[in-house]
């Protein structure tokens, strides 16, 4: 009999999960169309951008066939702003995730469509925005699975880093395990906040999907730990209400048996 799997994504599944962010590529070769289960690839020319799958994307970067261009997220002032961000400005909360394109209603100022009416395109919010990770993506916004595009990228694609105002892929692996650490820290004091019984709410607005990964056992233990703490509070609760409605009863039955007896 085959053991229970745990809930939730693991490390690998996860990383998994992030090769289907489409990163944008620079093609050193002539290229076709290629037909995939998500749809065909555009056309790659030599010098023209393209957006293409991670994994696609890196197979290529190793042929030696294309560059990838990383996305702004992963400049270093941009990782340096975050940083900032998360440890002077708000440190209570997560970096935002990248806000989701949306079409203005000419009839309505201001109002953006869910849909695109004129080709029927669903835009999407993330995790699963089409452009959370190429070129166009907005700087000084972690996307849902910007750690492990991060260490793809830097794994096999340093020398491509390189072009990113100048700093190192060793600089730019600095201020992301800085940023790893405060996020931990934070996911960390997030869950002890849950420690107490109705003692305070944990948001996960903005939180990536491996750190979801590698934090859903420690807060699915605390949150375990609070309802168990919860349920024999109830219970405790309970017990004294009834000892208090159950005791004047007991004093009448006794005086009443008292008299009856001539006491």
């Known amino acids: 009999m085959a053991l229970p799997l745990p809930p939730g994504l693991n490390h690998s599944e996860a990383a998994f999960l992030a090769e289907m962010e489409l990163v944008t590529v620079v093609p050193r070769q002539r290229l076709e169309s290629i037909e995939l289960l998500g749809g ?17 994307a890196l197979l290529l970067k190793k042929q030696r066939r294309a560059n990838i261009v990383p996305p702004p997220w992963l400049h270093p ?14 440190p209570s909360a997560f970096s ?68 990113l105002g100048g700093a190192s ?11 790893v650490e405060v996020r931990a820290a934070k996911m960390r004091s997030s869950a002890a906040a849950l420690e107490g019984f109705g003692g305070g709410l944990m948001s996960l607005r903005g939180v990536g999907a491996m750190e979801l990964a590698e934090s859903r056992g420690f807060v699915l233990g ?29 004093g009448l039955e006794d005086d009443e048996s008292d008299e009856e007896m001539g006491i």
């Open 169 to 179: 892929a060793g600089e730019i692996r600095g201020l992301l395990r800085d940023l």
């Open 40 to 56: 065909k690839t555009p056309p790659l020319r030599p010098l023209h951008r393209a957006d293409l799958p991670l994994w696609l």
């Open 96 to 163: 935002p995730p990248p806000p989701a394109p949306s079409r203005a209603d000419p009839a309505r100022p201001g109002h953006a469509h869910q849909y695109d009416t004129t080709t029927t395109t669903t835009i999407l919010s993330p995790p699963f925005l089409p452009s959370s990770c190429t070129a166009a993506a907005p700087a000084g916004y972690l996307p849902y699975h910007w750690l492990e595009v991060a260490e793809q990228l830097l794994a096999h694609a340093g020398d491509d880093m390189a072009g």
């Open 77 to 90: 002032s941009s990782l340096a702003e975050i940083i900032h961000r998360e440890t002077k400005e708000d």
């Open 222 to 250: 605390v949150v375990d730990g609070v309802r168990k703490i919860g349920a024999g509070a109830e219970a405790a609760r309970r017990e004294r209400e009834e000892e208090e409605m159950a005791g004047p009863g007991l």
